[in-house]
């Protein structure tokens, strides 16, 4: 049973989808189903917050290497979750200025706020700042002209990089704007790299993994890959 | 000086990385002095997307972003959100990032209740906040906004607020504006918005690893893109080529609208994108002579290998 329901559930959810698209019928079948959906994703922050709090639990409980860092996981979990679902420090709303919670959790100056501005904000726009020191030694160490293709990339990174600034006008600036030669402008170059060689390229991944996809949800629907509810007897 | 190249610790590439960042942001700041911005063919597409709809129009702004991001695409959003109310365009927010709706208070906050005080909340436009849910938020709001936008981020209910009363799905809108750093963003807009209903017009900003893989939908699918700093400064160009003079004229405060060369004096937000180019250029130049200088290195290392 613990297998079977949930292949039903898949098999289900997954064919009413299907019909929704290619009938007018049952289009509001999938209106449905997506509702569900969005409210299955809302209830997944549960499963989520809690399967974090039971990883880090047992990490500190078994002071497993790093375990300190589970605790500091835990208690800016913990603080940011009671201080936005308690709406700490929140003042009414104009609108409706009997109700205790009705105000904003992101209202200016209260905890919530204080918390994004002064701790998330500045954490996770370090974190993506720092690519661009890794980005450089990795171009130093790693970026080299080992055989043919590796030339090709080179050669398109070097015309990128150059294009998509005023280097790029400045280097070619000589060819005339209007003139036969305009296309081997840096700037115009890049554009042709993007629009067609990106394109021709990108257009063939996506649809060998759209085949890809169709082939792998078939065979989730049908049963026949059943890898996704894991291991255990059902 | 073969050897210092290949000992080089890579501290030294940080500190290079730094200066070559933070000097021309600090020159930038103090002269005021940056590179023209000639707009592609791209860009114009996403100005004139907004430019050529009649005064008045509804405009979906989803803000697909976080602050690991926003250095790149804060600059596009202020535009956007500043050429929708200069064009007098009703603009309806929403975010499918969990601090999407903070992005979008940023911009209420900075631009339109600072530049566009006589707009009013609920008429003009409204904050629809986050809904989680991915992709599955779109697939439904395209046919039925009420079914999760029961109300806005002030709790005011749908049938409560004037601008909202004849929209009933994203099908009303006259255009989707999309502000994304990755999944769920631009490309599930056009899967699940644009595909499937292609009356619906969408442009968008997105981060530069992004926008080659959201090439492959132009044009048909996706009408015009911002690729990361750059497009965003091309976009300023176009924009404050157009509005300068008003942005010039609610700045000054009674200092001359324009500078010795002739050109409107615009205030740094309007003109972030265009003064991140400076950093970018330098940053971008020592890439490319720390690949070369790395690729010397390289080829004396197998020169030397195949003499033993």
Redesign the interface.
């Known amino acids: 049973m613990k297998r079977t329901i949930p292949l039903f559930i898949t098999a289900i959810g997954g064919f009413v989808l299907i019909a929704a698209?290619f009938s007018g019928y049952t289009q509001s079948w999938?209106?449905v189903a997506?509702?569900w959906?969005?409210v299955l994703?809302?209830i997944?922050?549960l499963l989520g917050g809690g399967n974090l709090m039971k990883i880090h639990l047992r990490k500190i409980s078994d002071r497993a290497a790093g375990w300190a860092y589970s605790v500091v996981t835990l208690v800016a979990f913990l603080a940011t979750l009671i201080i936005g679902l308690g709406k700490i420090g929140v003042n009414p709303?104009e609108?409706?200025p009997d109700k205790v919670f009705?105000g904003?959790y992101?209202e200016v100056g209260g905890p919530f706020w204080l918390i994004?501005e002064y701790a998330?904000?500045?954490l996770?726009?370090t974190?993506?700042?720092m690519l661009?020191?890794y980005?450089?030694?990795a171009?130093?160490?790693?970026?080299?002209?080992?055989n043919f293709e590796a030339i090709l990339l080179?050669g398109t990174?070097?015309i990128i990089?150059?294009g998509?600034?005023?280097?790029g006008?400045w280097v070619t600036g000589f060819l005339d704007p209007d003139g036969p030669l305009s296309g081997l402008r840096l700037?115009n170059v890049t554009?042709t790299i993007?629009?067609v060689f990106?394109?021709a390229g990108?257009?063939a991944i996506?649809i060998g993994i759209a085949l890809g996809i169709a082939s792998t949800s078939l065979k989730v629907l049908l049963g026949v890959d059943r890898s996704y509810l894991g291991g255990g007897e059902g | 000086m073969y050897e210092f190249l290949r000992d080089?610790d890579?501290r030294w590439?940080?500190l290079?990385?730094?200066l070559c960042?933070a000097v021309p942001i600090i020159v930038i700041g103090i002269t005021g002095k940056t590179?023209?911005e000639?707009p592609?063919?791209l860009v114009r597409a996403v100005f004139d997307s907004i430019e050529d709809l009649p005064r008045g129009s509804k405009v979906l702004l989803s803000y697909d972003y976080?602050?690991?991001?926003?250095?790149e695409l804060a600059p596009m959003a202020t535009m956007f959100a500043y050429h929708c109310a200069a064009r007098g365009h009703k603009m309806y927010f929403m975010a499918l990032w969990p601090?999407g709706?903070?992005m979008v208070?940023d911009t209420i906050e900075n631009i339109l209740k600072r530049d566009f005080s006589h707009l009013e909340y609920g008429k003009d436009y409204v904050n629809l906040g986050y809904?989680?849910?991915?992709e599955?938020?779109i697939?439904?709001i395209i046919?039925?906004f009420t079914?999760?936008y029961s109300t806005d981020?002030?709790?005011?209910p749908w049938s409560a607020i004037p601008m909202c009363e004849d929209v009933e799905s994203v099908q009303d809108m006259d255009l989707i504006v999309n502000v994304s750093a990755g999944y769920p963003g631009t490309k599930e807009w056009v899967q699940y918005a644009v595909t499937?209903y292609p009356k619906l017009r969408i442009v968008a900003g997105c981060t530069g690893v992004q926008?080659?893989?959201l090439?492959?939908y132009?044009p048909e699918q996706l009408h015009g893109l911002l690729?990361?700093i750059?497009g965003a400064a091309e976009y300023e160009a176009l924009v404050t080529a157009r509005y300068g003079a008003e942005m010039a004229q609610r700045d000054a405060e009674g200092n001359p609208l324009t500078d010795d060369e002739g050109r409107y004096v615009i205030r740094g937000k309007y003109t972030e994108g265009i003064r991140r180019?400076g950093p970018?250029?330098v940053?971008?130049?020592?890439?490319?002579l720390?690949?070369i200088?790395?690729?010397i290195v390289?080829?004396i290392e197998r020169r030397k290998e195949r003499r033993r």
Not at chain 2, 153 to 156: D, F, S, V
């Open positions: 698209v999938g209106e997506a509702i959906f969005d994703a809302a997944a922050f709303a609108q409706f009705s904003s992101r994004y998330f904000k500045p996770t726009a974190m993506f700042a661009a020191f980005v450089a030694s171009a130093f160490r790693a970026f080299r002209a080992k080179l990174a070097f990089l150059l998509r600034t005023y280097a006008v700037e554009v993007m629009k990106n394109t990108n257009r996506m | 080089l890579r590439i940080f290079m990385m730094f960042v590179f023209p000639e592609t063919d976080d602050p690991a991001s926003e250095g601090v709706p903070q208070d809904k989680s849910g991915y599955g938020v697939k439904v046919t039925d079914e999760l981020t002030r709790g005011t499937p926008a080659p893989l090439y492959p132009i690729g990361a750059k180019m970018q250029l940053a971008h130049l020592l890439m490319i720390l690949i200088l790395g690729n390289f080829f």
